[in-house]
C-alpha cells in the first residue's frame, strides 16, 4: 500500500465504530482502502501533493452500512414499475384503486403484479378479496403479494393463466388468496426477463447507494445470480453483494462442490438459506402457544423436526454457512434444536433471520451456538399498543418481541437488515430508537453498530468491512449530521463511497 493518501477527509466526526465512544478526526484513504484514521494532525502527515482534501464542514464520517437482509431484485422491480407498489396505500379502497389505475394504463391482458400491501395498516383491517380484483380488474390477471412475502391474493384471470398446485390449508379459492409454498410456487410462474432483472438491480444499487448502504446480503435466484454475474462482468456493480441461496440448491452447490465464500469482494456465494416459519402478519410463524386472535392456530413449521434437522446437517457438513429464516418461538427453538444436533459452532457462525420471539432459553442456546440475530429494526412498527403484533400475539408477548437489548446483553452478535420493509438504514434506526417496548430499544450508536460491523460480521468480512481502520475498504457514508448528536430524521445521507469511488450522489 502507497504511504501517501489520494484522499483524507477532515473538519467533521469520525466516527470509526470500533467501540463504544470512539472518535477520530480525520481519515485517509488509498487505493480502495483505509490508510488511517486519526486525529487531523497525524492524518495530515500523509499529504502528498496530489492528495484531495474533503472538508466534511462538520459533517459526520461513517462505516457503509451493510444491510444484512434484503430481497434486491424485487426492490429494483418495484423501482423500475415491474411491480406495483402498494406499501403506501393507506386502505384497502386506496391499493384497490393503484391497481385500477394501473390495469388502465396497462390495457387489457397484461399482468398487474403488485407487491407491498399491509391490510394491519388499513382502517378495516382484512385482505383484499378475489371477488374485490375482479371488479377492478375483470380482464387482466392480478396478483398482489403481501408485505411480509408470504401471502397474495389473485384474481380469476390470473389462476386462469397459472397452473395451481396447492393443499386447501395453502389456497382458498373462494378469497383467492394463497400462502406460503403455494405463493412462492405462483409467483415463480410470473419471472421478469433476464434484462428487467438486470435494470431492477442497478435500480435498487442506486437506491441502495442513496441510502447510505454500501453492502447487501441478498437472497437470490439462480436468475438472479446470472444477472448478478452478467453486471459484474461489465464492472457495473458498485454494491457488494452477498449471495445467499435458497436451499431447494442446495443439491446443485454441493455437487459443483461449491461453498460460502467463493467469489470475490464485490460479488461473493454467501449462506444457504432455510425458511422454518413463515411470518406474524400471515399467522404462520410457528409458536409454542396459539394465536391471540385466532386460538385454533399456533402457525406452522415448515418441517417436521426430524427433516429440519437432516437438511441443517447436509447444508453444514457441505461447507455452507446457514441463514434460517425463524420468527415464532417454536420455530426458533426447532432451528436452535437443528443446529445443535448438526454440531455447528460459533466458528460457522449459523445465522437466525427474524429472531423476533426467542425465549430466555433460547436466547441462552442461541449465545452458546454462535448464533448471529440477523434482526430488523423496522419491524417494531408492528409492535406497541394496538398494533399488529398486539393483536396476533397479546400484549404479554408483544411485550418481548425483537428483544434487541436481551440480545446484545448475551452478547450475541447483532446484524440489522431491513428486509425491503421499507428498504434502508436510517428509518430502521429511528425505529429502535424510539420503539414502543423496552427491550427494543437501542442506543445511536449500537443501532449503527449492527448496521455495519453486524452485517460484515455476519458476511465474514469484519475483517474488510464494518468499521473504520486501516486496511479495511474505503466504503465510507457522509451524513449531513452527527448521528450521536443530532436525531434522524435531521441528518440525511450526502455522499456514500465504495472502494473509496464517489457512488453518490
Ligand atoms: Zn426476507
Same mark, same amino acid.
Not at 108 to 126: K, T
Not at 162 to 170: C, F, G, S
Not at 193 to 217: F, N, P
Not at 403 to 415: D, K, N
Given at each position: 500500500?502507497?504511504?501517501?493518501?489520494?484522499?483524507?477527509?477532515?473538519?467533521?466526526?469520525?466516527?470509526?465504530?470500533?467501540?463504544?465512544?470512539?472518535?477520530?478526526?480525520?481519515?485517509?484513504?488509498?487505493?480502495?482502502?483505509?490508510?488511517?484514521?486519526?486525529?487531523?494532525?497525524?492524518?495530515? %502527515?500523509?499529504?502528498?501533493?496530489?492528495? $484531495?482534501?474533503?472538508?466534511?464542514?462538520?459533517?459526520?464520517?461513517?462505516?457503509?452500512?451493510?444491510?444484512?437482509?434484503? *430481497?434486491? /431484485?424485487? *426492490?429494483?422491480?418495484?423501482?423500475?414499475?415491474?411491480?406495483?407498489?402498494?406499501?403506501?396505500?393507506?386502505?384497502?379502497?386506496?391499493?384497490?384503486?393503484?391497481?385500477?389505475? !394501473?390495469?388502465?394504463? !396497462?390495457?387489457?391482458?397484461?399482468?398487474?403484479?403488485?407487491?407491498?400491501?399491509?391490510?394491519? %395498516? #388499513?382502517?378495516?383491517?382484512?385482505? &383484499?378479496?378475489?371477488?374485490?380484483?375482479?371488479?377492478?380488474?375483470?380482464?387482466?390477471?392480478?396478483?398482489?403479494? %403481501?408485505?411480509?412475502? +408470504?401471502?397474495? /391474493?389473485?384474481?380469476?384471470?390470473?389462476?386462469?393463466?397459472?397452473?395451481?398446485?396447492?393443499?386447501?390449508?395453502?389456497?382458498?379459492? $373462494?378469497?383467492?388468496?394463497?400462502?406460503?409454498?403455494?405463493? #412462492?410456487?405462483?409467483?415463480?410462474?410470473? %419471472?421478469?426477463?433476464?434484462?428487467?432483472?438486470?435494470?431492477?438491480?442497478?435500480?435498487?444499487?442506486?437506491?441502495?447507494?442513496?441510502?447510505?448502504?454500501?453492502? /447487501?446480503?441478498?437472497?437470490?435466484?439462480?436468475?438472479?445470480?446470472?444477472?448478478?454475474?452478467?453486471? +459484474?462482468?461489465?464492472?457495473?456493480?458498485?454494491?457488494?453483494?452477498?449471495?445467499? @441461496?435458497? @436451499?431447494?440448491?442446495?443439491?446443485?452447490? =454441493?455437487?459443483?462442490?461449491?461453498?460460502?465464500?467463493?467469489?470475490?469482494?464485490?460479488?461473493?456465494?454467501?449462506?444457504?438459506?432455510?425458511?422454518?416459519?413463515?411470518?406474524?402478519?400471515?399467522?404462520?410463524?410457528?409458536?409454542?402457544?396459539?394465536?391471540?386472535?385466532?386460538?385454533?392456530?399456533?402457525?406452522?413449521?415448515?418441517?417436521?423436526?426430524?427433516?429440519?434437522?437432516?437438511?441443517?446437517?447436509?447444508?453444514?457438513?457441505?461447507?455452507?454457512?446457514?441463514?434460517? *429464516?425463524?420468527?415464532?418461538?417454536?420455530?426458533?427453538?426447532?432451528?436452535?434444536?437443528?443446529?445443535?444436533?448438526?454440531?455447528?459452532?460459533?466458528?460457522?457462525?449459523?445465522?437466525?433471520?427474524?429472531?423476533?420471539?426467542?425465549?430466555?432459553? *433460547?436466547?441462552?442456546?442461541?449465545?452458546?451456538?454462535?448464533?448471529?440475530?440477523?434482526?430488523?429494526?423496522?419491524?417494531? $412498527? #408492528?409492535?406497541?399498543?394496538?398494533?399488529?403484533?398486539?393483536?396476533?400475539?397479546?400484549?404479554?408477548?408483544?411485550?418481548? &418481541?425483537?428483544?434487541?437489548?436481551? /440480545?446484545?446483553? !448475551?452478547?450475541?452478535?447483532?446484524?440489522?437488515?431491513?428486509?425491503?420493509?421499507?428498504?434502508?438504514?436510517?428509518?430502521?434506526?429511528?425505529?429502535?430508537?424510539?420503539?414502543? $417496548?423496552?427491550?427494543?430499544?437501542?442506543?445511536?450508536?449500537?443501532?449503527?453498530?449492527?448496521?455495519? #460491523?453486524?452485517?460484515?460480521?455476519?458476511?465474514?468480512?469484519?475483517?474488510?468491512?464494518?468499521?473504520?481502520?486501516?486496511?479495511?475498504?474505503?466504503?465510507?457514508?457522509?451524513?449531513?449530521?452527527?448521528?450521536?448528536?443530532?436525531?434522524?430524521?435531521?441528518?440525511? =445521507?450526502?455522499?456514500?463511497?465504495?472502494?473509496?469511488?464517489?457512488?453518490?450522489?
Amino acid at each position: 500500500m502507497s504511504r501517501t493518501a489520494e484522499r483524507i477527509f477532515l473538519g467533521g466526526a469520525v466516527l470509526p465504530l470500533t467501540e463504544p465512544g470512539a472518535q477520530a478526526e480525520a481519515l485517509a484513504v488509498s487505493a480502495g482502502r483505509i490508510l488511517a484514521v486519526g486525529s487531523t494532525e497525524e492524518v495530515l %502527515r500523509l499529504r502528498a501533493a496530489h492528495t $484531495q482534501i474533503v472538508d466534511l464542514k462538520g459533517r459526520a464520517l461513517l462505516p457503509g452500512f451493510v444491510d444484512a437482509h434484503m *430481497h434486491l /431484485v424485487s *426492490h429494483g422491480l418495484k423501482e423500475i414499475g415491474y411491480y406495483l407498489d402498494l406499501s403506501e396505500a393507506r386502505s384497502r379502497e386506496e391499493a384497490l384503486e393503484r391497481v385500477r389505475e !394501473r390495469v388502465r394504463e !396497462r390495457g387489457p391482458g397484461e399482468w398487474v403484479l403488485g407487491r407491498g400491501w399491509d391490510e394491519s %395498516r #388499513w382502517p378495516e383491517n382484512r385482505y &383484499i378479496t378475489r371477488d374485490e380484483l375482479d371488479e377492478v380488474a375483470p380482464y387482466n390477471p392480478v396478483t398482489l403479494v %403481501r408485505v411480509d412475502g +408470504h401471502i397474495l /391474493v389473485a384474481n380469476t384471470q390470473a389462476f386462469e393463466l397459472v397452473a395451481l398446485e396447492a393443499t386447501p390449508e395453502e389456497f382458498d379459492a $373462494q378469497t383467492g388468496l394463497l400462502r406460503e409454498r403455494a405463493a #412462492w410456487a405462483f409467483l415463480a410462474e410470473l %419471472r421478469p426477463s433476464s434484462g428487467e432483472i438486470e435494470e431492477a438491480i442497478l435500480a435498487a444499487q442506486k437506491r441502495a447507494h442513496a441510502l447510505g448502504i454500501t453492502c /447487501v446480503h441478498d437472497v437470490v435466484t439462480p436468475e438472479h445470480v446470472r444477472a448478478y454475474l452478467k453486471l +459484474h462482468k461489465q464492472g457495473k456493480l458498485t454494491l457488494r453483494v452477498r449471495l445467499n @441461496v435458497g @436451499v431447494e440448491h442446495l443439491d446443485a452447490l =454441493v455437487e459443483l462442490g461449491l461453498g460460502s465464500e467463493f467469489g470475490d469482494d464485490r460479488l461473493r456465494l454467501g449462506a444457504v438459506k432455510v425458511f422454518a416459519d413463515g411470518s406474524i402478519g400471515a399467522r404462520n410463524a410457528a409458536l409454542l402457544e396459539p394465536y391471540a386472535d385466532d386460538p385454533s392456530t399456533r402457525g406452522k413449521l415448515n418441517y417436521p423436526q426430524e427433516e429440519l434437522n437432516a437438511l441443517v446437517k447436509r447444508a453444514h457438513e457441505a461447507g455452507f454457512q446457514l441463514m434460517i *429464516h425463524a420468527i415464532g418461538d417454536r420455530a426458533i427453538g426447532a432451528v436452535l434444536t437443528a443446529l445443535e444436533r448438526a454440531g455447528v459452532t460459533p466458528e460457522d457462525r449459523p445465522r437466525i433471520e427474524h429472531f423476533e420471539l426467542p425465549t430466555e432459553e *433460547h436466547l441462552e442456546r442461541a449465545a452458546r451456538l454462535g448464533v448471529i440475530a440477523s434482526m430488523q429494526p423496522n419491524f417494531v $412498527q #408492528w409492535s406497541g399498543p394496538g398494533s399488529l403484533y398486539e393483536e396476533r400475539l397479546g400484549p404479554e408477548r408483544d411485550r418481548r &418481541i425483537d428483544p434487541h437489548r436481551q /440480545v446484545l446483553e !448475551r452478547e450475541i452478535p447483532l446484524a440489522f437488515g431491513s428486509d425491503g420493509m421499507p428498504f434502508g438504514p436510517l428509518y430502521g434506526i429511528r425505529c429502535v430508537l424510539e420503539a414502543p $417496548q423496552e427491550p427494543q430499544r437501542l442506543t445511536m450508536e449500537e443501532a449503527l453498530r449492527a448496521y455495519t #460491523w453486524g452485517g460484515a460480521y455476519a458476511g465474514f468480512q469484519e475483517g474488510e468491512l464494518g468499521t473504520l481502520e486501516p486496511g479495511k475498504r474505503a466504503d465510507l457514508v457522509v451524513l449531513t449530521e452527527d448521528p450521536l448528536r443530532a436525531l434522524p430524521p435531521e441528518y440525511r =445521507v450526502e455522499r456514500v463511497y465504495s472502494a473509496g469511488e464517489l457512488v453518490f450522489p
